[in-house]
């Protein structure tokens, strides 16, 4: 089969109108519905950049490769930093081991199955924060030209586009008109 394969990392960005897991994350935390977080590491590629990407695949991609498009590994305390910095909301001070979390983990999955509604903390949330999360998008840079924006500006377009929306409030503080240089 002539054909090359995108492996997007999570994908976040503005225009998130099916609030997918980043926004989900994003309206939790900036309304101050999270009282702790989690260790742990993720990669999220701006959506932009991956419809980019997936455009110079069909235009440059080599006939059975497969292409990994993602972003930057980020912490989650430099995710709660960041989120706070942009929207200013207040930051979560508390980070449980991934030990205590895998728990909790368990017990909002027993809890879901009970209630019949999902929590936000599952085993598999978990498992995507601890999972080894860097990916290297190098070989999609090289062959396909593939470009990431910095991920505090994704952040700040998101969390700006969210705000236009009114899907979340801001606190006093806020700076989503910052360039991502300031962020």
Known sequence: MDASVVFPTGICGPNDFANGPVSSFLIDY?????????????NAV???????????CTEKGRKGEGYI?????????????????????????TILPIGIAKLLGKCCDLA????????????????????????SYEKAEKELGYKVRPFARTMQEE???????????????ARVNWSAKEV
């Open 30 to 42: 900036i309304e101050e519905k999270m009282p702790m977080g989690i260790e742990g590491y993720f």
């Open 159 to 173: 969390i700006g586009w969210m705000y236009n929306e009114g899907m979340i409030s801001l606190k006093d503080g």
């Open 69 to 93: 498009m993602g972003n930057e590994l980020v912490s989650m305390r430099e995710m709660f930093d960041l989120v706070s910095k942009i929207s200013g909301c207040k930051n979560v001070k």
């Open 112 to 135: 879901g199955k009970i209630t019949g509604k999902p929590g936000r903390m599952t085993s598999f949330a978990v498992y995507n924060m601890a999972r080894n999360n860097n990916f």
């Open 46 to 56: 701006d959506v932009r950049d991956l419809a980019d990407g997936c455009i110079a």
